[in-house]
T-cell receptor, first 108, second 116 residues
Framework: GEDVEQSLFLSVREGDSSVINCTYT??????LYWYKQEPGAGLQLLTY?????DMKQDQRLTVLLNKKDKHLSLRIADTQTGDSAIYFC????????FGAGTTVTVRA | DTGVSQDPRHKITKRGQNVTFRCDPI?????LYWYRQTLGQGPEFLTY????????KSRLLSDRFSAERPKGSFSTLEIQRTEQGDSAMYLC??????????????FGEGSWLTVV
């Protein structure tokens, strides 16, 4: 995948749900991933979805995939201050291609 | 398993000097990747290895950059004659794939390079 696009910023109140959206262009991607990056740190794998699925739930995280529109979203339920970070979606066949990331700020 | 380990975590060097970063992947992972990340950007792919074979190099990897994975375990990324534009975080990642299952890629904490 050469082009992955995300909105750059999201501000959410503590306890609300966050939804981060992503579009990608490479229809051959086998998996699509969500990573979290805290300041000065590496990337933490949050979750991933196989391209033949349309939804995956993992505790507070829900991933939705619309393969027809090449649209991926990550919903974080009950957002906490520790969820403040940059979130990257990435599409991959054998290597990851990243967008610029969405900076999520959780306000009290 | 301690995850992907990178060393050093931070390096400040003078322009023109050579630097080397080391990456120890997760044990038994056969793929190893190097990425570069600058401030405000997502990681950009540099190169990857399957076992000891370097299978792909990005156009970003100029001839001043060289990566090795001599025994199919740890890898080194060397930058010769560093330039200020090389200042970035260098991320290593690893995965296991046998072609029939997924390719879940795990990252290390990164090595920060500052060229002054």
């Amino acid at each position: 995948g050469e082009d992955v696009e995300q909105s750059l910023f999201l501000s959410v109140r503590e306890g609300d749900s966050s939804v981060i959206n992503c579009t990608y262009t490479d229809s051959s991607s086998t998996y699509l991933y969500w990573y979290k990056q805290e300041p000065g740190a590496g990337l933490q794998l949050l979750t991933y979805i196989f391209s033949n699925m349309d939804m995956k739930q993992d505790q507070r995280l829900t991933v939705l995939l619309n393969k027809k529109d090449k649209h991926l979203s990550l919903r974080i339920a009950d957002t906490q201050t520790g969820d403040s970070a940059i979130y990257f979606c990435a599409d991959a066949d054998y290597k990851l291609s990243f967008g610029a990331g969405t900076t999520v700020t959780v306000r009290a | 398993d301690t995850g992907v380990s990178q060393d050093p975590r931070h390096k400040i060097t003078k322009r023109g000097q050579n630097v080397t970063f080391r990456c120890d992947p997760i044990s038994e992972h056969n793929r190893l990747y190097w990425y570069r990340q600058t401030l405000g950007q997502g990681p950009e792919f540099l190169t990857y290895f399957q076992n000891e074979a370097q299978l792909e190099k990005s156009r970003l990897l100029s001839d001043r950059f060289s990566a090795e994975r001599p025994k199919g375990s740890f890898s080194t990324l060397e930058i010769q004659r560093t330039e200020q534009g090389d200042s970035a975080m260098y991320l290593c990642a690893s995965s296991f794939t046998d072609g029939s299952s997924g390719n879940t890629i795990y990252f290390g904490e990164g090595s920060w390079l500052t060229v002054v």
